[in-house]
């Protein structure tokens, strides 16, 4: 899987960019007949739905020619919103000092989900404290970690 989203993330990038936004992300979620094709897009002005629609319609077009997934599926194209998915290291760094909820692939310490205070990002390695306690976690080891949005 972590092939074919390396792969997507390569087609759709340039496409992405060229229409001046950042690719935030790709996922593909298999699920039967129904599997969808995420992608996140950002910029530092927001983004509209027009945005959406935009970078949409260019990477349908540019998916109907690479045609890199063998099954039917939607594609979704949205900013990444308040509880931010991310899908790497650099992605985590201006928001040290932040909670997140994390998934780990496996349990650590006997938690596999849970919420933390992100401490530090090093490489591939993350710094979190959950109750009290510090957790160092590779991002291999991550299924999924995305940020949990404060309303003060």
């Known amino acids: ?46 983004i509209s739905v027009d945005d959406c629609a935009d970078v949409s319609y260019q990477v349908s077009s540019l998916l109907d020619v ?14 990444p919103g308040m ?21 780990l692939i496996a ?5 596999r989900k849970f919420q933390a205070l992100l401490e530090a990002v090093e490489d591939d390695t993350l710094t979190l404290t959950v109750d009290d306690d510090t957790l160092q976690v590779k991002m291999r080891d991550v299924k999924s970690i995305h940020l949990v949005p404060r309303f003060d």
């Open 1 to 46: 899987m972590a092939n074919l989203q390396e792969r997507l993330t390569d087609i759709i990038r340039p496409a992405v960019e060229a229409l001046d936004y950042e690719l935030w992300g790709v996922e593909f979620v298999r699920a039967g007949k129904f599997s969808t094709l995420r992608v996140y897009i950002d910029h530092p002005n927001g």
């Open 66 to 79: 690479e045609d890199p997934i063998n099954a039917e599926y939607n594609l979704e194209v949205s900013s």
């Open 83 to 103: 509880e931010r998915p991310f899908f790497n290291t650099e992605q985590m760094v201006p928001y040290i000092n932040e909670t997140v909820a994390v998934q």
């Open 107 to 111: 349990a650590q310490k006997n938690k």
